[in-house]
């Protein structure tokens, strides 16, 4: 153990300055997120989702009848555009859910099961900022994940069906490039679908500092939130429920393009990010950290 | 201007740490009763307790980690949580042992670690954790994954993580856990390093040895209270010296002694030699040769006679009701 000069004179009597760095931690906080394995696992996973559904509808000799099968299913075999839709409508109810609830539920509980909490927090990282950091990574990971199913679903589309001008539910025909554009407007639709179910998450992660209990938790939540969903008995309960909104996507195929169910989405899913963001706030800033 | 000598200076400058009447109670348990500590800047301190003591129950408070049930905490001259954003970036700390993400290299660790704190600047971010992880003799290990470390190389990292920047106040829960004599060594000596650059060292530990190695300043803990602080010059005045008799003549040995007004005892029975009759010297009422002439006087043989320091293990051991672990 050399002592170095860097130390000399190791009593500053007037606060450094806050460097412009206060950006440094999110940049840290989504290359540790990203260069997880847990992380690229899950998105090779939902890579894979387009991949499976397109392979097995190629080998398969059957046509589906139309309306047979997930929406969209049966217009596979004749525009490879339509892979990336049905493949968002499958992926959403479970497996999208799923990815969310790991990466959300991990946020606080799993820095409180490593203990790494303690350390951020004396350094200090402040709470707040802290918590904030952790939500955008969690959105981020939305935002990727949708990304990641909606190219791979147009890739692996090209490669194994026709590719040519859409015709959508509406009857109307539109460009391939302006499908592709489609596509990415249905990527941010389920993006931000997503969001609640994040905040709900980075809410239940700061009450424990068992990651896994956190991350199951927030999937029983959007479970529980689906099954809700189709209990007609509740039907007034249905346009609050976070995932009310999840396969409304379908809006964004017809011409002219319908952005209703967007705008309603994303008001929705702002309550969830303000009623949760408080609760996640409150108990953050209080929490006694034991870990 | 006259320049302000230092009696002159509030105590609260000349304070690194302070608290008054420091309590938590979890449910019904209270972990810190109402301790009053006070820690000098400069000084190297020594936070002294057997395991559930409460020791790393103190220093998650006075580092806001957890709130206080009631007192109040002063860290280097600001209250304590709410000073928080000013008083943290000045303090480098290890708290109950070292944390890490085990996916990430030991450099990678710090440098996410370093930019938690925004008054660190990026461009000498790597070299900062270069320097750190030299300074822990980590160079070797710095782009190893953390899984693949000992605990002691952990601990290391958890020390360089505490000086990644230059800090007017270190707290170390326990620093030498886990690690080798070697290791051990190696940490005393870069705690004295670093207290002569003027750096306040406040250090916890269930080991006595340590303390009396590397401290100036102690506070014993004992089930939640602080049973004695100070320097350690002074804590170690409080003991009495005591005479030690070897004699194969005990019984009168006993006799003369309590003649004499002093309260012989045997030696404990886990004492090596069992012809040891051991006597507190209160004050200065005899001289040593004087006692020596009255045994012989008594026709006691002396095979041996000493006058034995007081030690500061007796003392913890009485204050504390505990033994503490014996460092090799
Ligand atoms: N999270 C907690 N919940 C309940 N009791 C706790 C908690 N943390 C510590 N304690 C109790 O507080 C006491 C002091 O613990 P601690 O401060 O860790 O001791 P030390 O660091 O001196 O070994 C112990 O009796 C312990 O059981
Ligand atoms: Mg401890």
Redesign the pocket.
């Known amino acids: 153990m050399s002592s170095s000069d860097v130390r000399r004179g190791a009593r500053p009597s007037v606060m450094p300055k806050r460097s412009s760095s206060g950006w440094s931690l999110l940049g840290s906080e989504i290359s540790v997120l990203f260069r997880r394995r847990r992380t690229c696992a899950m998105l090779a996973a939902v890579a894979l989702i387009p991949i499976l559904l397109a392979v097995a509808v190629r080998l398969s000799s059957e046509a589906l009848a139309p309306g047979e099968g997930p929406p969209f299913l049966d217009r596979v075999t004749q525009n490879g555009l339509f892979v990336g839709f049905t493949a968002m409508v499958v992926a959403i109810p479970l497996f999208l859910p799923l990815t969310i609830g790991v990466v959300a539920g991990d946020t606080i509980a799993g820095e409180a099961g490593l203990g790494t909490l303690r350390y951020l927090l004396v350094a200090p990282a402040g709470r707040v900022r802290l918590l904030l950091v952790k939500y955008a990574g969690a959105a981020l990971f939305c935002l990727v994940a949708t990304l990641t199913l909606t190219v791979s679903g147009a890739i692996i589309g090209a490669v194994l069906f026709p590719v040519g001008p859409v015709t959508l539910l509406s009857g109307d025909t539109i460009s391939v490039s302006e499908s592709l554009a489609r596509s990415l407007l249905v990527a941010s639709y389920v993006t931000v679908s997503l969001l609640g179910l994040s905040m709900i998450g980075l809410f239940i992660s700061t009450l424990t500092d068992v990651p896994v209990g956190a991350m199951a938790a927030t999937i029983v939540v959007s479970v529980v939130a689906q099954i809700l969903d189709v209990i007609p008995q509740l039907s007034w309960l249905h346009p609050w429920l976070f995932s009310h909104y999840w396969l409304g996507f379908a809006d964004l195929l017809r011409q002219p393009l319908d952005l209703g169910s967007f705008g309603q989405n994303a008001i929705l899913q702002l309550c969830y990010l303000a009623i949760f963001g408080a609760l996640a706030y409150s108990r953050f800033v209080t929490k006694?950290i034991?870990s | 201007m006259t320049s302000v000598t230092p009696e002159l200076t509030p105590p609260a400058q000349s304070l690194a740490i302070e608290s008054r009447s420091l309590t938590?109670r979890?449910?019904r348990?209270t972990?810190?009763n109402g301790i009053d500590l006070t820690v000098p800047r400069g000084s190297v301190f020594g936070f002294l307790?057997?395991?559930?003591?409460?020791?790393?129950?103190?220093?998650?408070m006075l580092l806001a980690l957890s709130q206080a049930t009631s007192g109040t905490i002063t860290v280097l001259g600001q209250s304590m949580p709410a000073g928080l954003h000013e008083v943290l970036p000045r303090v480098g700390a290890l708290v109950?042992g070292p944390a890490f993400y085990p996916f990430l290299s030991g450099a990678a660790n710090l440098r996410r670690l370093d930019t938690a704190d925004r008054h660190a600047p990026g461009q000498t971010r790597r070299a900062r954790v270069h320097l750190a992880l030299e300074r822990v003799g980590l160079t070797h290990a710095a782009d190893k994954k953390v899984q693949a470390y000992s605990l002691g190389m952990k601990q290391r990292l958890g020390i360089a993580n505490a000086l990644l920047l230059p800090r007017e106040l270190l707290i170390l829960?326990?620093p030498t856990n886990g690690l080798d004599p070697q290791g051990t060594r190696e940490v005393r000596s870069l705690v004295r390093s670093l207290a002569a650059e003027g750096t306040t060292v406040f250090v916890?530990s269930?080991l006595l040895a340590e303390v009396e190695q590397m401290c100036t300043h102690a506070a014993v803990?004992s089930?939640?209270s602080i049973v004695a602080q100070g320097t350690l010059a002074a804590l170690r005045a409080v003991g009495e010296a005591r005479i030690r008799v070897r004699t194969p003549d005990t019984a009168g040995a006993l006799r003369v002694l309590t003649h004499l007004g002093l309260e012989p005892t045997r030696a404990p029975l886990d004492d090596p030699d069992p012809n040891v009759v051991v006597a507190p010297l209160v004050g200065d009422s005899w001289l040593p040769e004087a006692i020596v002439t009255a045994l012989v006087a008594g026709g006691v043989r002396i095979r041996g006679f000493a006058i034995e320091d007081p030690s500061l293990e007796e003392r913890f051991v009485a204050l504390t009701g505990e033994g503490f672990d014996v460092v090799q």
């Open positions: 006694d034991l | 938590k979890f449910g348990q972990a810190v307790g057997p395991n559930g003591s409460g020791k790393t129950t103190t220093i998650r109950e829960d326990e916890s269930h803990m089930a939640g």
